[in-house]
């Protein structure tokens, strides 16, 4: 089964800014999915109709089999979501932010208070259950919400740019914790415009431009296919430019190389080829982000 089934789906605002195209998309249960695009692009939006924000002007949406038009509550009920933006009180107790959520859901609250339990060590912070949410540090905040949307376990967890603004660290813990949950089944959709996000954790993802889906691979699939990497060689040597292009180099300067790589296993190589040749290597970095140079490729056609 299919966590969710877009068919044709439209979304005009008021005032005529036409947010979403006529969008097809799957994602298979289990499935962790990035939907990938600029600001603008209409991923919000996407993820708003999802979970009953948004209206849609045109379209089918199932969540789980649930048509939204016909059992919106139980499609709802499926869903887990955290949204962009903190929206949680701030003046309230953290476990109180999450088992006051479960009530939403129709579940009593002494039940709420025992998986809460659970949830929050998950998360982290059950040292905090008894902070004041405003004390919590942004990483901490960012964890609370995903708390509150694990809450009513649902099968599918459904993130608006999770890490937008969350300091390095933080973002590697975030996947980690991520990765975790759908290896116990959940399925995750994220929304992200960090590129690297997307290879390192997702399996499927969607690039959405202009309210359309441009592109729709696996993305082991799609790192395959991938524009060489260009690395960046510093040399304690001057080097001469018949011995650049010898190495396939292009020179920058005289102590400077860019070379293109196109497999991993060729860095090796090249490292050795011009340490044998008698350089000292200081320094050696990639030019530019793989992914990256893909995504301006596809969103810019
Ligand atoms: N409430 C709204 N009213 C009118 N236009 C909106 C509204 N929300 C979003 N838009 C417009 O719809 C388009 C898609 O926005 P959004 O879904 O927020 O994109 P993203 O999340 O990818 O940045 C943008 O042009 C945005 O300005
Ligand atoms: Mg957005």
């Known amino acids: 089964m299919n966590a969710i089934e877009i068919k044709n789906l439209v979304k005009t605002y008021k005032g005529g800014v036409k947010a979403l195209k006529g969008v097809d998309l799957c994602v298979a249960q289990g499935d962790f999915f990035a939907l990938l695009g600029a600001n603008g692009a209409g991923k919000t939006t996407l993820i708003g ?33 955290v949204p962009q933006e903190f929206n949680f009180h701030m003046f309230e107790r953290v476990q109180d932010i999450v088992v006051n959520q479960a009530g939403y859901f129709g579940i009593d609250d002494s039940i709420a208070v025992r998986d809460s339990e659970g949830i929050l060590k998950r998360v982290g912070l059950w040292e905090k259950r008894r902070a004041i ?8 905040k960012r964890r609370l919400m ?3 949307g694990l809450i009513h376990h649902p099968r599918m967890l459904i993130l608006d740019e999770p890490t937008a603004g969350v300091d390095v660290e933080l973002r590697h813990g975030m996947w980690e914790y ?8 959940t399925t995750i959709l994220l929304t992200t415009h960090y590129l690297e996000e997307v290879e390192q954790m997702c399996r499927n993802c969607a690039i959405i431009k202009e309210g359309e889906i441009v592109l729709l691979d696996n993305v082991r699939h799609l790192l395959t296919r991938m524009p060489q990497d260009t690395y960046r060689v510093t040399l304690k040597e001057r080097i001469s430019l018949e011995k650049a292009q010898a190495f396939n180099a292009v020179k ?3 102590h400077t ?5 196109k497999k991993r296993e060729e860095l090796n190589e090249v490292i050795l080829r011009l340490a044998q040749s008698g350089f000292v ?7 530019g982000n793989r ?3 893909l995504f301006l490729e596809i969103v810019s056609k």
């Not at 089918?60 to 919106?72: C, H, L, S, Y």
């Not at 949410?133 to 901490?140: D, F, K, Q, V």
């Not at 290597?281 to 030019?287: L, N």
């Open 146 to 148: 995903i708390a509150r």
């Open 133 to 140: 949410a405003r004390t919590l540090s942004g990483g901490m």
């Open 178 to 185: 991520l990765r975790h949950i759908n290896a116990q089944g």
């Open 49 to 81: 109709i999802l979970t009953g924000l948004v209206n849609k002007t045109g379209g089918q949406v199932k969540i789980f089999g649930n048509d939204i038009d016909v059992d919106f509550e139980g499609a709802k009920k499926s869903i887990g979501v």
């Open 252 to 254: 920058v300067d005289d």
């Open 257 to 261: 190389l860019d070379i293109e790589i």
């Open 291 to 293: 992914l990256e140079k």
């Open 281 to 287: 290597i200081t320094d050696f970095h990639p030019k």
